[in-house]
């Protein structure tokens, strides 16, 4: 669709067997293939479409074939298709996501990965998502990312898509009130993030004003929240200068340097990884929303 609506091929696609020329869904369809793992092309991005979430199947041609790729490739996945980047070792390090009924599963067996709680997620050159229509969104992403934000735009409305599908951990996770009440040392320190935005405080610096040490506040932030504390108050800093992109006239500059950021690259950079835009683009997109509605 993004090659049809720009009048010219920007994106080739075709689809890879495990072996032989054809493929089974997980609803199991047969699937006509154009390439199977022996024969395969080059390509610049890489997508494992999962199978039904509840099955792994032993693919070991495949992890090798996705190790030699990653080298010069960006690699995907969709719902259980990231389990199978994970077994190659290819999140490690990385944030990213998977179905929520293989969660626990990857979170126990492979603790180096980020695990995020958006429906999709984009970091650096590694792809992943839940599966279902979250699978257009990544996508949608993927178009914003390597063309243009407005040709992203452009496709998701032709899909009836609601908008340009972000992230949806646009706010961290939230503490519950019992938590708060339960946890007086933990509420202290999400307190002093909140109001410490434009001069952020240190992880050390946190746990000395809650009269805790730091593995301590670490290990609270971790049981109650499934994040460290500097990730967590970033995203704190960054959802209080998305509002004040949309909803101010505040230059960008003035937005990060206000948030804690101690430079417009920095800022960018941040939010990018965070949301998918730059803020720039994120800011023109929104007010393009604006005025349609």
């Known amino acids: 669709m993004c090659n049809e609506l720009m009048g ?109 709680n958006e429906q999709f997620c984009i970091d650096r050159d590694r792809l992943t998502c839940r599966g279902g229509s979250s699978s257009l969104d990544l996508m949608l992403m993927w178009i914003a990312k390597n063309v243009s934000a407005e040709t992203a735009e452009a496709i998701s409305k032709h899909f009836v898509n609601e908008r340009l599908g972000i992230p949806s951990n646009a706010m961290p996770q939230e503490l519950s009130e019992r938590t708060r009440a339960e946890q007086p040392k933990l509420a202290e320190a999400l307190e002093l993030m909140e109001n410490n935005i434009e001069e952020p405080l240190t992880t050390d610096d946190i746990a000395y004003h809650v009269k805790i040490s730091r593995r301590q506040l670490e290990r609270l932030f971790k049981k109650h929240l499934n994040a460290v504390p500097s990730r967590y108050y970033l995203q704190i800093r960054l959802e209080e200068a998305r509002s004040r992109l949309f909803n101010g006239t505040e230059s960008i500059a003035d ?16 939010y990018r990884n965070q949301y998918g835009l730059t803020p720039s683009e994120d800011r023109s997109l929104n007010q393009k929303m604006q005025i349609e509605k």
């Open 8 to 116: 010219e091929t920007v994106f080739e696609t075709f689809t890879v067997a495990l072996s032989g020329a054809k493929t089974v869904s997980s609803l199991g369809n047969a699937i006509d293939t154009h390439y199977s793992l022996e024969n395969a092309p080059k390509a610049d991005t890489w997508i494992v479409a999962g199978t039904s979430p509840a099955r792994h199947p032993q693919t070991p041609g495949l992890v090798d074939f996705l190790i030699e790729k990653s080298a010069s490739a960006s690699i995907g996945g969709l719902a259980s298709g990231s389990y199978t980047l994970a077994k190659a070792g290819l999140l490690n390090g990385y944030r990213g996501v998977v179905h929520w009924l293989t969660y626990d599963e990857l979170l126990t067996e492979h603790k180096s990965i980020l695990l995020a």
């Open 255 to 270: 937005i990060g340097l206000g948030c804690g950021f101690s430079s417009g690259a920095h800022f960018s950079t941040a």
